[in-house]
């Protein structure tokens, strides 16, 4: 089972953002967009794992204790860097709490001997890709031109605000790869404390 560990997206965001990609993926047409109804916030990427380990997972993550969050959808950007784009995403703003939860969360899986996470948690939400890989720097970048033109028209547009939701709960996903993209499962609800 290929699993990960994330926010769902309240109605109204997922609406939104699914408004503002309609309007904009013409202006990348190379790119892979994201699928509304597929998009959440990565707490942490697990990966591969055995069906007979997924109670010592669920159990671990049920042992965080974390308040509700408040996130915030505006801004975006591009990973690894403008120039050399492969990910186009949209900003996050939250508390402290919110990359906390993601410590802790990573933290108790590596108590499973899932390795932690390399880097800095990074709160944001994938819009499109643009070839594969890591999103991180390497030193074979090279410009991309393929986000050229959607980075000429987001300049002349407003700032981005997709709104502000609430996070009450985070979720154990299976991902399953098909050649119409990444199909996602919520296996497990994991609820947080009420503030």
């Given amino acids: 089972m290929r699993l990960f560990v994330a926010f769902d997206l309240g109605a109204s965001i997922r609406e939104r953002i699914a408004l503002f990609l309609r309007g904009v993926e013409g202006f990348a047409p190379e790119v892979r967009w994201a699928k509304p109804e597929s998009l959440h916030i990565t ?47 949209a900003g996050i703003e939250s508390s402290p709490a919110l990359p906390t939860l993601a410590g802790e969360v990573d933290s108790a899986l590596s108590t499973l001997e899932i390795p932690r996470e390399a880097h800095a948690f990074t709160p944001h939400l994938t819009l499109a890709r643009s070839g594969s ?63």
């Avoid at 999103?135 to 709104?163: I, S, V, W, Y």
Wanted: charge should be positive; glycine fraction near 6%.
């Fill in 43 to 89: 707490l942490k990427f697990i990966g591969e794992q055995s069906v007979e380990n997924l109670p010592r997972i669920q159990q671990s993550l049920a042992a965080i204790a974390s308040e509700t969050i408040r996130l915030t959808f505006r801004d975006y950007g591009f990973f690894p860097s403008a120039t050399a784009p492969r990910v186009f995403w």
């Fill in 133 to 195: 890989g890591t999103p991180r720097k390497r030193k074979e970048d090279k410009p991309n031109l393929r986000f050229t033109e959607l980075q000429k028209r987001l300049a002349g547009m407003p700032a981005l605000d997709f709104g502000t939701m609430t996070a009450h709960e985070f979720f154990l996903y299976e991902s399953k790869l098909s050649p119409q993209g990444s199909q996602y499962r919520k296996i497990c609800t994991f609820a947080l404390r009420r503030t």
